[in-house]
């Protein structure tokens, strides 16, 4: 399967809202991450580093995760607001 990068060569759109999101609830990754298992996605410390620096593809349905545990809609990890 190919990837395609998005721009400046990252693989989502999603991570710098994520990292975002992520420091302004005071959350590092490994407590983002613990948060996350809790909810039942099996993601590492290691994970949401990738994925806030473009590394990793964010599949959709983590994204329903991610908007679940930071507390906002889907659409706010997609937009570039």
């Given amino acids: ?6 721009k400046n060569g990252k693989c989502n759109i ?3 809202k994520i ?3 992520r420091e302004k609830a005071k959350l590092s990754q490994e407590q983002l991450a613990a948060k996350l298992q809790l909810r039942g996605l099996n993601v590492s410390q290691k ?6 620096t473009g590394d990793r593809v ?6 329903l995760y991610f908007s679940s545990v930071l507390d906002v809609p889907v659409t706010a990890l997609l937009g570039d607001d």
């Fill in 1 to 6: 399967m190919k990837l395609y990068k998005y």
């Fill in 14 to 16: 999603s991570g710098d």
């Fill in 19 to 21: 990292r975002l999101l």
């Fill in 47 to 52: 994970a949401i580093s990738r994925i806030e």
């Fill in 58 to 63: 964010v599949p959709d349905f983590e994204l």
